[in-house]
Every structure is written in structure tokens, then in C-alpha cells.
């Protein structure tokens, strides 16, 4: 990534770590609060549903008691019993005694006048029949609930039912009839609330009130809110949020910096290095399977600085690739390649040399002019040159397809790498002329193993030498491994069972090592 897509990418990835901690942190507050208001709106349901069973139970028991009681009718003693009824019960305020739909006595003393209405509001328990908005004699500011059981009438202060109290904003309770009949309101309420409990009554919608609803028997109660807006709800939960996304956004902005940091310091370093040529190449034998000779090898590109340690190739090279510096490296393996192996390979023309090619290389060929020159200078034939291309980096098949035209034209061998681990192998193998295929080192960790891979090795084997493509095994590490790839009939591989990648003063006297332990078992 050139230093310019770095920043941008920082800043984008900065922009992000504070705009999501924010918004994270925001709907976490909103559900803490939303639970916290829905928690509190069931618990004054249930407070209200309590306080309103209680007082009606108290209310029937004493219609029953009344009228168990043997009286002369309205005599001294039964508007005194009564009397002492009204006193004894908080719930109750008023008894009267009825006869044909007229009363005829209260608590209060002797009466004559009818009961307001005849027609029933609502029903409890099957036995006592209701009223609401009773507007009694005697002086009473509030209208009435009338409870009947018998000659019996209850009256009492509706309010009672819903006495909760609401320590914060506008809180309604209210207490309904299952019948829908509306029996008290308390609480902090308004005309408003009293609509929004309606609609909770009906079951119809309602977006700007949330309620919590609690049942038992007859009896219902509803604790109403108006909704707040949610990011009003968020803002007074500003206390958690905002250290809390501060915090992770901090986290966030200073791994961002230090990847960023990393990512440029990388990249200018690896700069240095290609433009003062630190990097080095090592080189991996390759091996003929069946003569166990060692046949050319694999140039491998290697980092290691001043400092004594060293960085992976697959971690740079991807680097070069984002930075546009690959074209550098790829000249650079090139150039060093031939200069230290060009004289072995004037010396043997069997040895071969297999040089990695990224992906912008295939695609403009550029190299390939370079490629010539260098190779002139060091009078090192094209055939000895293999080019090492892999599936995954043939973004325009179009582009590759004339590269690898023109190479094969001027002589060079072209394998393709990490043959087995790409999306279209097949179509592309159809569609290109190649030399070589190096069979993934998956595929042949896969021998001997019970791994889901396991199976597909030995097709990935067949479709590669029934191509007619010479065939390398990458990666072998084991005698077990070798044996089957000799079964198989793969021409060459190379591996750490034979060698790991080295420096050309290494292989060069590896080669003849080598040569010579073949020609002394040849010849025992
Ligand atoms: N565990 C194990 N590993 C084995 C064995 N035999 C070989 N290897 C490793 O497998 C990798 C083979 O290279 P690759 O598939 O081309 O994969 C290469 C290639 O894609 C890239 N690379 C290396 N040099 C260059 C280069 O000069 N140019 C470009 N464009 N890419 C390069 O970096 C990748 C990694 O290279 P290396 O780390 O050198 O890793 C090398 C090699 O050291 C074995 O028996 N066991």
C-alpha cells in the first residue's frame, strides 16, 4: 500500500473506531434503559394489581359478613353494625341496605331513595355485581364504586384501587374490569394517559406510550410511560457511554496508529532494502523422483536485517505487492539469481532455476525485456529458466495468457504454483499453454494422513500428469511421502526431507555432493 492508501485507510479505520464504540456503547445504554423502564413499569403493575385485589377482597368479604347478619330490618342496631363495618374497613365507605332496588338504610341512618341505575357495569367472582361513577348523597367529592351482594351495596372511593406511588416522571397506573371497564387511574397522569390506557385496553397500538400489564381473575392492572425519544433516553445515559466509548475508542484509535506505523515503517524499510540490494536469495533443491539427482531449484527471496533478525517472505512480498514495489523485487531475485548461480549454469545446462513471479508480474510481462539481459550477460539459456507463477495472482486472463505466450515463445518453462488451492484450475490449465505443475503443499501433507484432502491428492496427481505437464510435489517432508510420490509417477519434488532453501555457495556444493553420492551408488 503506497504511504498515501495507508493514511486514508488509517483515517478511515480511525473515523470508524470512534464513530462505532460510540454507537455500540449508545445502544447498549438504550437497552439498559429500555429494560431498566420496562422492569419498573411491571413491578408498579404488579404493585397496583396487589393493591386493588386486596381492597376488593376486603370489600366482598365484608358484603358477605353483612349478610350473614340477622337484623330487624333498619332497626338501631343493623345501621349500627353497618356503621361499625364502614369504620372497621379502610376499604369501605359507605354500606347500604337495599329493598326492591330502594334504599331503605346506610351506614349513615335511615334512607329512602333509589339506587342510580339497575343496569350492571361489571361482574366479580360471579357474585358481586359493579358500578362505576356512582355519584352518591351525602357530600362526596369523588363519584363512587358500587359493590352489591345480596341486599348489601358497597360504596367506595375508586382511587383506593390504584394507590401506588410513582417516584418518577409520568407514570400512570390504572385498574380495569377484564370486561375493559375502567375502574381507577393513579399515579402521574393526564388526559393523555388516560386515552393511552384505553388503547392498552382495546389492544391498539400505541407508539408514543409503553405499558406493562399484570391479570388476576376479574382484575387487571396496566402501569403506562409516555416513550421518550431513544436518543434522549441515550443522552441520560451519557455517564456510561461516553467513558465507555471513549475508552474503546482510544483502545481502537492507538491499535490503528501502531498498525498503520507498522505498516509504513515496513514498507519504507523494505524500500531500503531493495534499493540498496540488502535482500538475499536462497535456494531450494529441486529433485528427480525417479534418479534421486538434483535437478535445478527454487529461488527464494530472503529478508534478513542488520539487526539479526529476519522477515517472512510471504509477509514483504505481500507488502511489495501492496506498495508497488514488487516490480523492484521481482528485478532484484532476478538479478541476484543469475549472478550467483549464472556460472554453475553455464557450467551444467541440466540445472534449472524456478523464479517466483507476483502477480503484476504475469500481468504486464514486463519483466521479461530485464529477464533477457541479464540472462545474455550471463550466457544462462532460456530453457534453464523456470517461471514460477501461482493460480490465486491471474486477475486478467487475457494479460496472462499473452505473457506466458510470449515466454514460452522466447523458451522459458512456465509452472504453475500452488497448483490445487486456486478457484478455476481447470479452466485455466484448458486455456494456457503450460510446462510444469507444483502440487500444493496441502496435497502432500495430506499422504498417509486421514485429512478431507486426502482423497483429492491422488486426483490432483492423475489430472496433472494426464495434462502432460511435467509434475512437482512442494513440500515433501517425509520417506512415506516420497515413496507414494514415486508410485505415483511425479517427476521432481522438493522438500525439506531433501533440503531446505540455502545460499548459493551451499547449493552449489550441494549439487555435487549430490552428484557424486549418485555416481558412487551408480557405480557400487
Ligand atoms: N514446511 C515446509 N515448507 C517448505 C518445505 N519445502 C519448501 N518449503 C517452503 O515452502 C515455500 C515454497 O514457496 P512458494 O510456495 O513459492 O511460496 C513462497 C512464495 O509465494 C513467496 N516468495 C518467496 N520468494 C519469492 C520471490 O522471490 N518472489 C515472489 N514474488 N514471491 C516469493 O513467499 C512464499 C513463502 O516462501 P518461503 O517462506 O521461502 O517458503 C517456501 C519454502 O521455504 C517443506 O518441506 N516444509
Not at 325 to 350: C, H, K, W
Request: glycine share 6%; charged share 25%; with cysteine.
Amino acid at each position: 500500500m503506497r504511504r498515501s492508501k495507508v493514511l486514508l485507510l488509517g483515517s478511515i479505520l480511525a473515523f470508524g473506531a470512534i464513530v462505532l464504540p460510540l454507537a455500540v456503547t449508545s445502544y447498549l445504554a438504550w437497552r439498559i434503559a429500555d429494560r431498566y423502564e420496562e422492569a419498573s413499569l411491571s413491578g408498579y403493575a404488579q404493585l397496583a394489581l396487589q393493591r386493588a385485589t386486596t381492597s376488593l377482597a376486603e370489600i366482598g368479604k365484608v358484603l358477605e359478613q353483612m349478610n350473614a347478619l340477622e337484623f330487624e330490618t333498619c332497626s338501631q342496631q343493623h345501621i349500627a353494625a353497618m356503621r361499625l363495618a364502614t369504620i372497621n374497613n379502610v376499604a369501605v365507605d359507605e354500606i347500604g341496605y337495599l329493598n326492591d332496588q330502594r334504599f331503605v338504610c346506610t351506614s349513615w341512618g335511615e334512607a329512602s331513595h333509589l339506587m342510580s341505575t339497575v343496569e350492571v357495569d361489571f361482574v366479580l367472582n360471579d357474585d358481586l355485581q359493579g358500578n362505576i361513577d356512582v355519584r352518591p348523597l351525602g357530600g362526596y367529592r369523588h363519584n363512587m364504586i358500587a359493590l352489591r351482594n345480596g341486599r348489601y351495596n358497597v360504596l367506595f372511593d375508586p382511587r383506593r384501587l390504584a394507590d401506588v406511588t410513582v417516584a418518577e416522571g409520568d407514570v400512570g397506573v390504572a385498574i380495569s374490569h377484564a370486561n375493559g371497564t375502567l375502574l381507577s387511574i393513579g399515579g402521574n397522569h393526564d388526559d393523555d394517559m388516560r386515552e393511552a390506557v384505553r388503547r392498552v385496553l382495546m389492544q391498539e397500538s400505541d407508539s408514543d406510550h409503553r405499558g406493562s400489564v399484570a391479570a388476576e381473575g376479574d382484575i387487571v392492572a396496566i402501569a403506562i410511560a409516555s416513550k421518550p425519544p431513544a436518543f434522549a433516553t441515550v443522552l441520560e445515559q451519557g455517564w456510561i457511554i461516553l467513558p465507555l466509548s471513549l475508552a474503546l475508542s482510544a483502545l481502537g484509535i492507538s491499535a490503528i496508529t501502531a498498525m498503520s506505523r507498522r505498516q509504513l515503517s515496513l514498507a519504507s524499510e523494505l524500500a531500503s532494502a531493495i534499493r540498496r540490494k540488502k535482500l538475499s536469495v536462497h535456494y531450494q533443491p529441486v529433485i528427480d523422483l525417479k534418479t534421486g539427482d538434483c535437478v535445478g531449484a527454487e529461488a527464494l527471496v530472503r529478508w534478513f536485517k542488520s539487526n539479526g533478525t529476519s522477515v517472512r517472505p510471504d509477509i514483504f512480498v505481500d507488502v511489495a505487492e501492496e506498495t508497488g514495489q514488487i516490480r523492484a523485487l521481482t528485478d532484484l531475485v532476478i538479478e541476484t539469481t543469475m549472478r550467483e548461480l549464472g556460472p554453475a549454469m553455464r557450467r551444467d545446462r541440466s540445472l534449472h532455476v524456478a523464479i517466483n513471479l507476483s502477480a503484476d508480474d504475469v500481468s504486464s510481462g514486463r519483466f521479461l525485456p530485464i529477464l533477457e539481459r541479464i540472462l545474455a550477460r550471463y550466457d544462462v539459456l532460456h530453457e534453464q529458466i523456470w517461471l514460477e507463477a501461482t493460480e490465486r495472482g491471474f486477475p486478467e486472463m487475457e494479460a496472462v495468457r499473452e505473457t506466458v505466450a510470449k515466454a514460452r515463445a522466447l523458451g522459458f518453462k512456465i509452472a504453475i504454483d500452488d497448483f490445487g488451492t486456486g478457484y478455476s484450475s481447470l479452466s485455466y490449465i484448458e486455456s494456457i499453454r503450460l510446462d510444469a505443475l507444483k502440487i500444493d503443499k496441502s496435497f502432500i501433507d495430506s499422504i498417509g494422513q486421514d485429512l478431507a484432502t486426502s482423497s483429492v491428492t491422488p486426483h490432483i496427481i492423475d489430472m496433472a500428469k494426464s495434462l502432460d505437464l511435467i509434475t512437482v510435489a512442494e513440500g515433501i517432508e517425509t520417506r512415506e511421502q516420497l515413496n507414494y510420490l514415486e508410485q505415483h509417477g511425479v517427476a521432481l519434488g522438493q522438500g525439506w526431507l531433501f533440503a531446505k532453501a540455502m545460499p548459493a555457495r551451499d547449493f552449489v556444493a550441494f549439487v555435487a555432493a549430490h552428484r557424486k553420492k549418485i555416481s558412487a551408488s551408480g557405480t557400487a
